[in-house]
Structure formats: structure tokens, C-alpha cells
């Protein structure tokens, strides 16, 4: 059983166009989160929300949109897609963050053309 | 603001000892956490340090000095597997998002050859 899975694995798609990722855990985690990792693979946090209410928001574009329909989901919304939004999107889940461990899905590769 | 510095690449034969070093600055700090991560894979949690001290876990070994800000992941008896990026990530809880926001290094690319 996959503890985060996100869908799809894989987007292409042309610029100015909008896409969504979806995530879920069934870890019974109450926060979730969403990171981008570009191609040098540095790992930024975009959002974190704990039991559907928003935590965290860093500073992205608000073509950003994410949403928590319950505390198991988090999708992530991208309106008017540009080149630079092209990257490796993971959700995360964590039950304790003071622990230090996030359970990462297996990514969403997304290619603006 | 906050940075955490490690080597970028890192490079080891097969049984070796490899250590991975990450120096950080925060305004606070709440531990000290390091992640594997294959090409193509998802990041994977190692190992977690609140404390001073040294945690092991099978062939990795993590270790924390908080008045030195310095953390490092040690890995042992190198297996061809161990080829990934490392990256070191630390909670600020000064931060807003405080304790849920997992701050991460760059990343070092450990080659591991026969």
C-alpha cells in the first residue's frame, strides 16, 4: 500500500495552460505539504497544511493554488503555466514535525513546453 | 535568514567510510534531519537530531554539535547503492510556519565506484 501518492507521475504541457497534481496518504498524518525541487534539485517548501487549514504559504506566484478538501488530501492547482514552472512537485505528509521526517510521495514531473 | 551548506559532490569506492558535513545558520533551531535520495526517487528520511551526539542507525551514523551549528552523516561499508544526493534539512521554529517548516540544504552527490 503506497503511504503518499501523487497523480499524475508525469505532465507535458504547453505554456499558458492550467494543470493540477493530486496527492493523498493514508498514514493518517494531520500535515501535509507540498515542495518543488528544480533541476539542481534544490528542495523549496510551497505550502503545509495541518488538518486543511493552511500553515504555511510561501512566497509563489498566486497562479499557485493549493487546496485541502480533508486532512488525507492535498491537490495543488497551476493557472497560466511558464517555463520556469517546470519541475519535480513532491507532497509530503508528517504526523510529529518537530520529528524531523516527512514521508515524500514519488514526485510529479511537470514540463512546460 | 537562514543557509545550510554542504559539499556538492562527494565521491567514494565500495567499503569506504564517507562522511557528509552541513553547517547551518538559523535564527532558531529545532534539530537537525537528513534525507536520501536516489535519481528519479523520492526523498527518504535517515535519521533525526535534537540532541548533541552521535545516532546510528545499521551503517549510517548521524551527529549533531548545536554550539558549532554542524551536523554530519556518516555512512559505512559503502554498497554500490549508496549512490544518491544526501541533503541535510533543519526546523526553524523562529520561522512562521515555525515546527512544520523543514528547511533543506542543497544537496551532496555521493558517487560511489568499485
Known amino acids: 500500500d503506497t503511504a503518499v501518492s501523487q497523480t499524475p507521475k508525469y505532465l507535458v504541457t504547453q505554456m499558458g495552460n492550467d494543470k493540477s497534481i493530486k496527492c493523498e496518504q493514508n498514514?493518517?498524518?494531520?500535515?501535509m505539504y507540498w515542495y518543488k525541487q528544480d533541476s539542481k534539485k534544490f528542495l523549496k517548501i510551497m505550502f503545509s497544511?495541518?488538518?486543511?487549514?493552511?500553515?504555511i504559504n510561501e512566497t509563489v506566484p498566486n497562479r499557485f493554488s493549493p487546496k485541502s478538501p480533508d486532512k488525507a488530501h492535498l491537490n495543488l492547482h497551476i493557472n497560466s503555466l511558464e517555463l520556469g514552472d517546470s519541475a519535480v512537485y513532491f507532497c509530503?505528509?508528517?504526523?510529529?514535525?518537530?520529528?524531523?521526517?516527512?514521508?515524500f510521495g514519488e514526485g510529479s514531473r511537470l514540463t512546460v513546453l | 535568514g537562514q543557509s545550510l551548506e554542504q559539499p556538492s559532490e562527494v565521491t567514494a569506492v565500495e567499503g569506504a567510510i564517507v562522511q557528509i558535513n552541513c553547517t547551518y545558520q538559523t535564527s532558531g533551531f529545532y534539530g537537525l534531519s537528513w534525507y536520501q535520495q536516489h535519481d528519479g526517487g523520492a526523498p527518504t528520511f535517515l535519521s533525526y537530531n535534537a540532541l548533541d551526539g552521535l545516532e546510528e542507525t545499521g551503517r549510517f551514523s548521524s551527529f549533531l554539535s548545536r554550539s558549532d551549528s554542524y551536523g554530519y552523516l556518516l555512512l559505512q561499508e559503502l554498497q554500490m547503492k549508496d549512490s544518491a544526493s544526501y541533503f541535510c534539512a533543519v526546523r526553524d521554529p523562529q520561522l512562521s510556519g515555525g515546527y512544520n517548516k523543514l528547511i533543506f540544504g542543497a544537496g551532496t552527490r555521493l558517487a560511489v565506484h568499485p
Open positions: 498514514l493518517g498524518h494531520d500535515t
Open positions: 509530503a505528509s508528517s504526523q510529529e514535525p518537530r520529528s524531523g521526517e516527512l514521508f
Open positions: 497544511y495541518n488538518n486543511k487549514e493552511l500553515i
